[in-house]
C-alpha cells in the first residue's frame, strides 16, 4: 500500500511563492495520474492540478492557472506543486493522491497566505 507524505506548505504573503512536495513510501513510478488537492476550512476538498500519462499531460482548476505547475521528479518517486503569486484565498491544506483518489489520504501540508 502506498503512503503519501506532504510537505512544503508555511506562512506566505500575498504574491509569495512555495513548493509543495508529495513522497510515496512505495513507488509511485507505475502511477500514470498523480494530483494535488485543497480543502479549505468549511469547504470541500477540491482539485488543485493532476498530471496523466506519466507526466505528459497536465491540467488545472481554473483558480490557480498560470500560477501553479504540477511535476514529478526523474525517478518518479516525488510529486511537486510549484506555487506562484499566491493570493490569500489559496490557504488550505494541501494533500496529493490519484486522480480520483485511490490511497489513504496523508496529513497533508497547510498553505496560508496572508500579509
Known amino acids: 500500500q502506498v503512503q503519501l507524505v506532504e510537505s512544503g506548505g508555511g506562512l506566505v504573503q500575498p504574491g509569495g511563492s512555495l513548493r509543495l512536495s508529495c513522497a510515496a513510501s512505495?513507488?509511485?513510478?507505475?502511477?500514470?495520474?498523480m494530483a494535488w488537492y485543497r480543502q479549505a476550512p468549511g469547504k470541500q476538498r477540491e482539485l488543485v492540478a493532476d498530471?496523466?500519462?506519466?507526466?505528459?499531460?497536465?491540467t488545472y482548476a481554473d483558480s490557480v492557472k498560470g500560477r501553479f505547475t504540477i511535476s514529478r521528479d526523474h525517478a518518479k518517486t516525488t510529486v511537486y506543486l510549484e506555487m506562484k503569486s499566491l493570493k490569500p484565498e489559496d490557504t488550505a491544506v494541501y494533500s496529493c493522491?490519484?486522480?480520483?483518489?485511490?490511497?489513504?489520504w496523508g496529513r497533508g501540508t497547510q498553505v496560508t497566505v496572508s500579509s
Open positions: 493522491n490519484t486522480r480520483p483518489p485511490l490511497y489513504k
Open positions: 498530471m496523466r500519462s506519466g507526466g505528459d499531460t497536465t
Open positions: 512505495g513507488s509511485i513510478a507505475s502511477i500514470n495520474n
